[in-house]
């Protein structure tokens, strides 16, 4: 099972672009890597997944390089909503049980 | 748009007594899970539930749990005799397949207060 590390915390205003990046150094072959968001006393909520290059959605951005030892999750324009954990995943594609690390606290200030 | 459920919302009990937290997944979803995230900590995988089985639980997920889908639309988690540190928020989650590409929908939420 690959292995997440992301910074525990991060502080941002509204308006800027927040980028979260996860390493991930011994994801395998058929490991996809997703990134959940949880509001305080609700449970997670999915963002994005990717497996290589570039996906964009409605929310968020996913970079993840050719070597898919690392993945940075962007989130544009923030607010003051969007203060949440976020938290990486990394599983195979044959398995359903999500592994959830200790997150990314972000806090959006005025 | 379609979400999953949880009642109750907070549940205390006294140690030894057992609980049943009740989850509605998404009506046209599969693959059912529970979660816990002890206060302060990680979410923390339970148990996976397919076709009526178990298809896959955690090492916490000991003789006290069970599961089960009584009947089409709820899903439950049930604690036989609780103790203090079971004290959690319990999360359901469904998905519509039983792969990771499969997103998972989580519900609320139920918290647990074991005294």
């Known amino acids: 099972l690959a292995k997440t590390t992301q910074p525990i915390s991060m502080d941002s205003y509204e308006g800027q672009e927040v980028n979260i990046t996860c390493s991930h150094n011994?994801?395998?072959?058929?490991?996809?890597i997703t990134w959940y968001q949880q509001f305080p006393s609700q449970g997670p909520r999915f963002i994005i997944q990717?497996?290589?290059t570039k996906v964009t959605n409605e929310v968020a951005s996913l970079f993840i390089p050719a070597d898919r030892k690392s993945s940075t999750l962007s989130l544009p324009r923030v607010s003051l909503s969007d203060t949440a954990v976020y938290y990486c995943?990394?599983?195979?594609?044959?398995?359903?049980?999500?592994?959830f690390g200790g997150g990314t606290r972000v806090l959006v200030k005025p | 748009e379609p979400e999953v459920t949880q009642t109750p919302s907070h549940q205390v009990t006294q140690m030894g007594q057992e609980v049943i937290l009740r989850c509605v997944p998404i009506?046209?979803?599969?693959?059912f899970y529970w979660y816990r995230q002890i206060l302060g900590q990680k979410v923390e995988f339970l148990v996976s539930?397919?076709?009526?089985?178990?298809?896959?639980k955690s090492e916490i997920f000991d003789d006290q749990f069970s599961v089960e889908r009584p009947d089409g639309s709820n899903f439950t988690l049930k604690i036989r005799s609780t103790k203090l540190e079971d004290s959690a928020m319990y999360f359901c989650?469904?998905?519509?397949?039983?792969?990771?590409?499969?997103?998972?929908?989580f519900g609320p939420g139920t918290r647990l207060t074991v005294l």
């Open positions: 011994n994801i395998a072959t058929n490991d996809y």
């Open positions: 009506s046209n979803h599969l693959y």
């Open positions: 989650a469904s998905s519509d397949g039983g792969q990771i590409t499969d997103t998972q929908y």
């Open positions: 990717g497996y290589k």
């Open positions: 995943l990394v599983g195979a594609a044959a398995g359903n049980k999500l592994t």
């Open positions: 539930f397919y076709n009526n089985e178990i298809s896959e």
